[in-house]
C-alpha cells in the first residue's frame, strides 16, 4: 500500500520502488512510531478530532501490534515503503476504518522527524551512561595510579615527569567534555515537532504541547517549516560522537604505544589482544586499532550528514531520507567502540618499574635543575643555559643529571650545591607539582574524586 497513491495511474518501477524505500533503515524506529501514534491519537480524541471509540482501538490495536513484534510473531514486512506504511497499514487491517483516521493532522514529513527525535533521545541516554562508565574506569585507575612516576611527552619526546594517574585524567576531563557535549545535543533535542504537518501546520484544532507532554518533550518545535526540515540535532549529535571519536582514538594510539616492546609501560589482557597466524611471540592490540580506525568512519558519517543538508531549501526534501543511516551507523559505530574500550582499559596490568626507568633517561628532571637555580636568585634564561650545558656533557661522560658529580654542576654555575640532588629527583619533581591541575600525587587522587563528583552533573 502507497499512502500516496491516490494521485498516481501506473504502479511504481519495481527499481524505482527499492530505491525510494527506507524500510530497510527506518524498521529501528518501529516503537517510536508506535509510541508517537498512541500520543498523537490520544491528543486528538482529547481534541474532539477522532472519537473515544476510535481512539481506544487504535490504541489496542498499536498495543498489540507492539507486543507481537517484541515477541517476533510478526515480522515487518521488507516490501514496505517505509515504516510508518507498514504500521499504518497492519492496524487499518485489523481494525479497519479506524486505523484511517489516525493519520488525521499529521504527515509523514513531522512523523519521521519525531520517530528520529525519541530515537535518538533514547539512544543519547545509553551514550550518556555509557561514557560515566569509562569516566568512572579512568578515576579509579588514576587513583590506584597517583604515585606511578612516568615520562610526560611533547613531540612524542621525553618531557618533564609526570604521574600515570595523572596522564589518564587528562583523557577523563576530554571524555567529560564529551559528555556535556552529549547533554547540550540531547537538550537542544528536546523538542516535539508532531503537528508542523507536511510544512503548514494544520487548520484542526490541535494541542501539541499536550502533545509534547505525553511525549516526555519539554517544549513543541516553534516553526513549522523548521519543524519539519530541522536535522540540526542529528548535525550536533554526530558532531558530538565525532569529537568522542577523536579522544577515543588518541587514547588508543597511547595505548598502542605503551604495549609495544618500545615502552611497556602496559600489558593488555588477552581478552581483549588478539595474535598472529605466523608469528607465535605476537600480542596485537587489536581493539584499540579498531577504535582508532573506527574513528575515521564515524568523521565520514558526520561529513555525509553536512553534505546533505548544506543545499536544502525548505521544506523536506527527499535527500533527507539518507540522515538516518549516517546517524544510525555513527551511533552503532561508538556504541561498539565504548562497549570494547572501557572493560580494555579496566583490566589491563599497569608495569610501573618500566615507566620508572623510561622516566629516568631523557634528562627529564631538566626544568626542575633550572628552577633550582632560579630559587637561588639566578635569572630564569640564564639558568636555562646553565641545565643545557649540564645535559651536554651528561651526554658526554654517557651518565645522568641524578649522577653526575657536583663539580661538574658548580663547575658549569657556582650556585648550584649538594641540595640539586634532592630537587631533582624524580619523586621530587612530580611531588612538588602542588599547582591545581598539576600531576603531584594528592593532587590526582584529589582529582579522581572530584572526577567522579562531576560525572553525575554533566549528565
Excluded at 607465535?280 to 555525509?304: S, T, Y
Aim: hydrophobic share 40%; charged share 25%.
Amino acid at each position: 500500500m502507497k499512502l500516496w497513491a491516490g494521485r498516481f495511474k501506473k504502479e511504481l518501477d519495481q527499481t524505482t520502488n527499492d530505491f525510494n524505500s527506507s524500510i530497510s533503515f527506518d524498521q529501528r524506529m518501529v516503537l517510536e512510531d508506535i509510541e508517537g501514534s498512541l500520543a498523537h491519537s490520544q491528543m486528538l480524541c482529547e481534541c474532539a478530532i477522532l472519537s473515544e471509540a476510535d481512539k481506544k482501538a487504535i490504541h489496542e490495536g498499536l498495543s498489540a501490534i507492539r507486543e507481537e513484534l517484541l515477541s517476533g510473531a510478526l515480522l515487518i514486512d521488507p516490501d514496505a515503503e517505509d515504516i510508518h506504511t507498514f504500521l499504518e497499514g497492519e492496524l487499518t487491517r485489523r481494525i479497519g476504518d479506524a486505523g484511517k483516521r489516525l493519520h488525521t493532522a499529521r504527515s509523514r514529513n513531522d512523523q519521521v522527524a519525531l520517530d528520529l527525535r525519541l530515537y535518538l533521545k533514547k539512544e543519547g541516554t545509553l551514550l550518556q551512561e555509557m561514557l560515566q562508565s569509562l569516566l568512572k574506569t579512568i578515576a579509579e585507575k588514576a587513583a590506584a595510579n597517583a604515585d606511578v612516576v612516568m615520562p610526560g611527552y611533547t613531540h612524542l619526546q621525553r618531557a618533564q615527569p609526570i604521574t600515570f594517574g595523572h596522564h589518564l585524567l587528562a583523557y577523563g576531563e576530554m571524555f567529560l567534555r564529551d559528555l556535556g557535549r552529549l547533554g547540550d545535543a540531547l537538550r537542544r533535542m528536546d523538542e516535539m515537532p508532531l503537528g508542523s504537518g507536511a510544512l503548514a501546520a494544520t487548520t484542526y484544532p490541535l494541542n501539541r504541547a499536550r502533545t509534547a507532554e505525553l511525549l516526555g518533550f519539554s517544549r513543541a518545535t516553534g516553526n513549522s517549516l523548521d519543524g519539519v526540515s530541522d536535522r540540526d540535532f542529528c548535525l550536533e549529535l554526530a558532531a558530538a560522537l565525532s569529537i568522542l571519536m577523536v579522544h577515543l582514538s588518541r587514547f588508543s594510539e597511547e595505548i598502542i604505544l605503551w604495549c609495544s616492546w618500545e615502552f611497556k609501560f602496559i600489558e593488555l589482557d588477552d581478552a581483549f589482544s588478539t595474535g598472529s597466524s605466523i608469528m607465535p611471540q605476537k600480542k596485537n592490540p587489536d581493539i584499540a586499532e579498531l577504535v582508532r580506525g573506527k574513528a575515521g568512519r564515524v568523521f565520514g558519517d558526520l561529513m555525509g550528514l553536512l553534505t546533505v543538508m548544506k543545499g536544502l531549501p525548505l521544506a523536506y526534501n527527499k535527500d533527507m531520507q539518507e540522515d538516518k543511516e549516517a546517524i544510525f551507523d555513527a551511533l552503532d559505530t561508538v556504541k561498539m567502540c565504548l562497549l570494547a574500550f572501557t572493560p580494555m582499559l579496566e583490566t589491563m596490568t599497569v608495569l610501573p618499574e618500566n615507566m620508572r626507568k623510561a622516566a629516568a633517561g631523557g634528562f627529564i628532571n631538566a626544568t626542575d635543575a633550572a628552577d633550582f637555580l632560579v630559587s637561588k636568585g639566578i635569572p630564569f634564561r640564564d639558568a636555562y643555559k646553565a641545565t643545557g650545558m649540564l645535559v651536554a656533557r651528561c651526554i658526554e661522560l654517557g651518565t645522568t643529571l641524578e649522577e653526575l658529580p657536583i663539580e661538574e654542576y658548580t663547575a658549569v654555575h657556582p650556585a648550584f650545591d649538594d641540595e640539586i640532588y634532592g630537587a631533582i629527583s624524580l619523586e621530587q619533581c612530580v611531588g612538588g607539582r602542588t599547582v591545581y591541575g598539576g600531576p603531584a600525587p594528592d593532587n590526582v587522587r584529589t582529582q579522581a574524586a572530584r572526577l567522579l563528583e562531576r560525572i553525575a552533573g554533566e549528565a
